[in-house]
């Protein structure tokens, strides 16, 4: 079953919970871009934000940390209620070490990747983690259109996954809409993040059902 997380970047603040609410009972998680204006140029929210959401729901949140030093946050993220943890492979120099660090923590692991980052590059840690990420834009802002190619990328880390019989998610982010969710699921997604597809949408809980039924057809 292929999940759909809605992108919290993309709601409006002014009413943050009622936004992530309205969508609930159709989000398989939420997801939250954490941005420090270092490695992506936009600065967006802190562990603060999960701490005060976290007691509103019970959909795991899946805490996507694009800074430059992510050892720095993982306690707090980790106290303030995140169900998944994924750092940035080009950011960490010791991609093992802080991977082992999320675990110590209590929380799911994941490793991103930018589009124009081998895949290669979680190989270290392919077998310890819990989520891939390949990103499908440049990373920092939302909106933005999908890049074709990575299509491929999801296709090869799925048919590594496979033959190494390694089961963790495979999460794409980035440009996904009504249009080409169903592919990019077929490729070899479990995760599909969709942010303005949602929540720019008329009825954001039917956008999502729709994209469900559409990344997971009958037989």
């Known amino acids: 079953m292929v999940k759909i997380a809605p992108a919290v970047l993309m709601v409006d603040y002014g009413c943050l919970a009622e936004e992530i609410l309205a969508v609930e ?3 398989d ?28 729901t019970t959909v795991p949140f899946d805490v996507h940390l694009m800074v430059q030093y992510p050892e720095r ?19 960490c120099p010791h991609l093992d070490r802080t991977i082992r660090q999320i675990k110590e923590a209590g929380v799911k692991a994941g490793v ?17 983690v819990d989520l891939i ?25 799925r048919r590594r996954l496979d033959t190494l019989q390694i089961r ?14 169903a592919r990019i ?13 949602v929540f720019q949408s008329p009825d954001p809980a039917a956008t999502v059902r729709e994209m469900k039924r559409m990344a997971n057809p009958l037989p």
């Open 112 to 128: 991103a990747l930018n589009p124009s980052t081998p895949l290669e590059a979680v190989d270290p840690v392919i077998r310890e």
């Open 185 to 197: 699921a077929k490729a070899g997604a479990s995760i599909l993040v969709v942010g303005s597809a």
């Open 73 to 91: 946050y993982i306690t707090d993220f980790a106290k303030a209620g995140s169900d998944y943890l994924t750092v940035h492979a080009e950011v």
């Open 168 to 181: 963790c998610e495979l999460e794409v982010d980035g440009g996904i809409n009504v249009e080409n969710c």
């Open 133 to 157: 990420l390949l990103m499908s834009v440049n990373p920092g802002f939302g909106g933005q259109t999908f890049f074709a190619e990575v299509e491929q990328k999801v296709e090869q880390m």
């Open 25 to 27: 009972k159709e989000a």
């Open 29 to 56: 998680l939420f997801q939250f871009d954490v941005m420090d204006g270092h490695f992506v140029p936009v600065i967006s929210y802190g562990a603060s934000l999960i701490r005060s959401l976290r007691p509103r």
